[in-house]
């Protein structure tokens, strides 16, 4: 188009929207749904991260910490911290809580504060008092601040008293808010907040068990929480702390929050690109319904150029539109879902308008609007001048212009950019992409297959059977959109329903048969009889206990790990103590990778045994050393060998197994994990924990709902993500029956004038809708599974089960939508009045 | 070409049929007391000014459109007692309609269009006899065409083989050469003439063209929604006008 014809084309453009857009409402509608879901779920991780990253000293509870696990620091680290600012000390461990009877017990976290805490932030209690009075010690009871979940699993009252070890605590009040709630990780148990002072009381801080020990510093105004971190660390090599500044106040959390907004992101631009075949099927329809104008246009003297830019005006027009609508949106999406989050976030997200994930969601609409459009734009350069003396059955499926063409790719090519370049994770943006194209791909290919197929498939006796088989292979008919459209959305569904089918099978089927009941922490070494006892008095219980040591990995061949080049998979090794034991033998569920273990009897220089995926990912092999920090002393030990870890079984193990001869004289507890039938287990744990009451039971099975409920919630997320893919292949689907609609009329109005019945005309509408809806599913439940087989299998690495109840279900669902949607659009055609389409006038 | 006159029993009785039609402007008298009876293997013309109500009295006679009051009797079938599935069937097995718009469905071909009531009625020779029909009209070069690559004419032509491929006992012609050229327009009517000749068919035809009026042996004249005239043609007419087209 010449600078000359520019002007004409936006007054012709404009003209022709005087029209209204009746045609391009689904275009609307596609786009808006998938601008909306991405710029949604951009602007609400946004502002979730906005809200950690504002609250982060409150999140960490000061501008650093310092973390120690079994010991406290000692006098010089103390005089260090103390001249660093003002200062709180933080111990946490786990513990069983029992009433005054001792009917009742339950495990809980246990949190002693000193009256500095929190040093940032506020602890909100109720009945609203000082936190001090809440713990202070009146006549011989301290008092605790707790969860109100406790009162539930115990039966008790604010006011009434547990005992947690040797101490009689009273419930004095519910925590509403903890701010550094966060920082502990993931309870097990309901929170209980005392004072230093009633945790000495317990007599639960024994050597070996399991404590952490928080000091969080207030920095002076100015001073820079990494250079102090610095100086720390160069202070006191070897105290093996780990030190956290408020920058890294939560980096799993944050980094899980970024992986999931990636994952409902890529569900999100899923839906936007079934959305795209939307838009594509709307411009087509649109143009087709435009051939009397631009025929006319091209009659009056109007270059196919300039009418290519009237229409691609009027879609750009209509896509800002959308776009626009669509931002507005998904900025408010925040705003409705950030208070349903409110009990599951660590801070308040911070509501505000984030334009960085706004201007990610409007680019990848404008993309993919431009990828879908442009070819059936180019239609208006099939349309002669002589359309205005003929009809013309089929105006699509002709050659597009080798210059359109190439724009379309390129466009693509900057979509994939886009996606995988905005991806925190680009490696799984890649999988997405390559799945994407591949789905487009086999669908298109099955939408030719079966139009082909119903083709070939002859004339079957049954009238309405043939008129459906027809009305899939006629020209212009909407078979392939409809198979790439509502595919698309089902495979998606069968991939989320298998991926979600294989985890909750995972978790629910393989519990009974391997894992045990218990896990009974911080048994000291003189209860091990004693505990043994007790067990083997329980009929049908059996128990295995390894030595409990924890400790931090700090060097890998003699690099500090800080240095090292460590693969993100293997990092979180790194983040925190590990648990650690040592053993004779090979461990139950185990398997050597590489290297051989020790004799039983080995007495040498240190060695150790490491988990074979973490050695990979920490560039480690057989030979090389690994230092880790026990307690303040470091230990070099020599790799003998790796294993191969199967974690599911939910068993005893650890990353690092020593061999014997090194950790025997460090202060250690056990661990015992125990094996019975449900109905011992209550007098199990009262034996236990009444005689030896430092120790902890852990009930598997309710460890593992907690982390059940994060997961459902995550699953929760990405389902209703998933609807939404479903929902813009629905849009898709309307859009091209209700394309298809006057024709449909206007054939059944024709075909009853020729003698058909409405039973016969919706018997053939039945089988045509069914069969696209049988076969989009079956194609969609073959290309799912393999999707979630890829998921199940190499990202989550867990057994893949095959499960056909999910994949019935998306058969049935696709039938019943196609049919739905399909018979909604043709009912009317059956109720059609002949007359007024068989008039002359 | 015969220009014999039939005599049967009535194939066709309206009696003192209204039909009214709601508009913007209020309801609108489209028919007024209508009274015909036409009898098997007549030929019938329909002819008035538009707005007569000529296409109305063809839809209520095809079973396309009920009328308000009044009585609708074909081939004994009183319409005013059958559903409309009822009236689909009698259709596809007694009645052939061929429009001034042809109404071909324009993503099938000639064949297909042309074997639609046959396969409709489950006959499992559709498509040969079809092709038979096509040929009859002389369109056995197009079978596989669709709509849109015909001439008028030649949906015309496919209209009729459609319409006739059923064995009707009535045909219904709506103005089936408005929409050609004159020379087409002959064509096509010598065509439906010679169908209807061939097979004994009662033939009900609106026409504006007095010529081809003249051809049939009976003329209604619709004026306003009533007859008011309903004339026989006198055969040596008929066979001029034959002749002459």
Redesign the interface.
């Known amino acids: 188009m010449s600078a000359l014809s520019a002007p004409q084309a936006f007054r012709l453009a404009r003209r022709e929207l005087r029209g209204g857009i009746r045609g391009l409402r689904v275009f609307l509608a596609c786009l808006v749904l998938g601008v909306t879901a991405i710029a949604g779920i951009g602007s609400l991780a946004a502002s979730v991260l906005a809200g950690i990253k504002a609250d982060a000293r409150e999140l960490l509870g000061g501008d650093a910490e310092v973390r120690l696990a079994y010991r406290p620091i000692d006098a010089a680290e103390r005089a260090f911290l103390m001249q660093s600012g003002r200062v709180s000390e933080i111990a946490t461990m786990r513990a069983m809580a029992r009433t005054l009877g001792g009917d009742r017990r339950g495990l809980i976290e246990l949190k002693a504060v000193d009256a500095a805490y929190p040093l940032y932030g506020t602890v909100v209690l109720s009945p609203v008092q000082d936190l001090a009075a809440a713990l202070e010690r009146r006549s011989d009871v301290f008092g605790a601040a707790i969860d109100p979940a406790i009162l539930g699993r115990l039966g008790l009252r604010i006011g009434d008293s547990v005992k947690v070890g040797a101490a009689v605590l009273q419930l004095r009040a519910a925590i509403e808010r903890e701010p550094d709630a966060a920082a502990g990780g993931l309870g097990l148990g309901p929170r209980v907040m005392v004072s230093a002072a009633a945790l000495a009381a317990t007599g639960l801080i024994q050597p070996g068990s399991l404590v952490t020990y928080r000091y969080r510093v207030r920095l002076p105004p100015g001073s820079e929480a990494a250079s102090w971190a610095e100086a720390a660390r160069a202070a006191f090599p070897q105290a093996g702390w780990q030190i956290r500044t408020f920058r890294e106040a939560s980096p799993t959390l944050q980094n899980s929050i970024e992986r999931l907004a990636l994952f409902l992101s890529l569900v999100g631009l899923s839906a936007l690109l079934v959305g795209g075949v939307g838009i594509g099927n709307a411009v087509g329809f649109y143009i087709a319904g435009k051939t009397a104008t631009i025929a006319t246009l091209k009659c009056l003297g109007a270059s196919t150029r300039l009418v290519f830019a009237v229409y691609l005006i009027e879609v750009l027009a209509l896509t800002a539109l959308g776009i626009a609508v669509a931002l507005m949106l998904g900025a408010l999406i925040p705003v409705v879902v950030t208070p349903l989050l409110a009990g599951v976030l660590p801070a308040p997200a911070r509501l505000g308008l984030y334009p960085g994930p706004l201007a990610l969601a409007a680019l990848f609409g404008l993309l993919t609007t431009l990828v879908f459009a442009l070819w059936p734009l180019a239609g208006v350069g099939r349309v002669s001048a002589g359309a205005l003396f003929r009809d013309t059955i089929d105006p699509t499926g002709r050659r597009v212009p080798p210059a359109t063409l190439a724009a379309t790719v390129l466009l693509a090519l900057g979509l994939v950019a886009l996606a995988v370049g905005s991806a925190q994770d680009r490696t799984i943006a890649l999988w997405f992409v390559a799945g994407a194209i591949g789905a487009f791909a086999l669908f298109r290919a099955a939408g030719a297959a079966v139009v082909l197929g119903a083709g070939k498939l002859g004339r079957p006796r049954y009238p309405e059977l043939r008129l459906a088989i027809a009305n899939l292979h006629r020209p212009g008919a909407p078979t392939a959109q409809i198979m790439l459209s509502l595919g698309i959305g089902l495979t998606v569904l069968v991939a989320v329903a298998l991926v979600d089918g294989n985890l909750t099978r995972e978790l629910d089927n393989r519990l009974p048969a391997e894992a045990p009941a218990f896990f009974f922490i911080d048994i000291q070494p003189d209860q091990l009889a004693g505990f043994a006892e007790i067990v083997r008095a329980t009929p049908g219980a059996r128990f295995e206990q390894v030595p409990m040591l924890r400790g931090r990995i700090t060097r890998l061949n003699g690099v500090p790990v800080e240095k090292a080049p460590i693969a993100p998979e293997a990092q979180w090794a790194l983040r925190s103590d590990r648990g650690l034991t040592y053993a004779a033998t090979l461990p139950a569920g185990s398997q050597l990778a590489a290297g051989a273990w020790w004799p039983p009897d080995y007495h040498g220089p240190p060695l150790v045994s490491f988990d074979a995926d973490l050695a990979r990912g920490m560039g480690l092999k057989v030979g090389d050393t690994l230092s880790v920090n026990l307690l303040g002393r470091e230990i070099t030990a020599v790799i003998a060998n790796l294993r191969s870890i199967d974690w599911r079984r939910l068993g005893i193990n650890f990353t690092l197994v020593f061999a014997p001869g090194t950790l025997e004289s460090a202060p250690q507890t056990h661990l015992a994990a125990v094996w019975m039938s449900p109905p011992a287990e209550e007098a199990l744990v009262r034996a236990v924990t009444e005689r030896f009451p430092n120790v902890s039971a852990i009930h598997v099975r309710e460890a593992l709902a907690t982390i059940d409920r994060i997961l459902g919630m995550i699953d929760d997320a990405i389902q209703l993500s998933t609807l939404v893919t479903l929902a813009a292949g629905m849009l898709v689907l309307g859009g091209a029956i209700a394309a298809g609609h006057h024709r449909r009329v206007y054939d059944a109005v024709v075909l009853k004038v020729l003698g058909a019945t409405r039973g016969a005309l919706t018997r053939a509408f039945l089988i045509e809708h069914g069969l696209l809806g049988a076969l989009s599913a079956l194609v969609a439940c073959i290309l799912g599974t393999l999707a979630a087989y890829f998921l199940v299998t190499r990202l989550m690495k867990i057994e893949w089960v095959f499960l056909l109840a999910p994949l019935l279900w998306t058969v049935g669902l696709g039938i019943l939508l196609t049919l739905v949607l399909g018979f909604a659009g043709t009912w009317r055609a059956l109720g059609a009045k002949a007359a007024p389409y068989l008039r002359n006038e | 070409m015969t220009s014999s006159l039939h005599s049967g029993g009535p194939l066709m009785v309206l009696e003192d049929v209204h039909l009214t039609l709601g508009s913007a402007a209020g309801p609108v008298n489209i028919l007024r007391g209508v009274s015909l009876r036409i009898a098997t293997g007549e030929t019938v013309s329909l002819i008035g000014p538009?707005g007569s109500g000529k296409?109305?009295l063809m839809?209520v006679v095809?079973g396309?459109?009920r009328p308000n009051a009044g009585r609708v009797r074909i081939d004994g079938n009183d319409f005013g007692t059958l559903n409309?599935?009822a009236l689909?069937?009698?259709?596809?097995?007694h009645i052939g309609?061929v429009?001034?718009?042809f109404?071909?469905?324009?993503?099938?071909t000639a064949l297909?269009n042309v074997a639609?009531?046959l396969?409709?009625?489950?006959r499992?020779d559709a498509?040969s006899v079809a092709a038979r029909g096509l040929a009859a009209v002389g369109l056995d070069h197009r079978v596989t065409h669709?709509?849109?690559?015909l001439s008028g004419g030649e949906q015309q032509r496919v209209a009729i083989a459609?319409a006739f491929i059923?064995g009707p006992k009535l045909l219904l012609a709506?103005?089936p050469t408005?929409n050609l050229d004159a020379t087409t327009g002959r064509l096509v009517i010598d065509c439906l003439f010679e169908h209807q000749a061939r097979h004994g068919t009662t033939l009900l035809l609106i026409t504006h063209d007095p010529s081809v009026a003249e051809r049939c042996e009976r003329q209604i004249h619709l004026l306003d929604g009533r007859i008011i005239e309903d004339r026989r043609t006198a055969p040596s007419r008929i066979g001029a006008a034959r002749r002459a087209l």
């Open positions: 538009s296409s109305t839809m095809g396309l459109e409309e599935d689909a069937r009698l259709r596809r097995a309609i429009f001034q718009a109404h071909l469905i324009p993503t099938m297909e639609l009531p396969e409709l009625a489950g499992r498509l669709y709509p849109g690559q459609r059923a709506d103005e408005g």
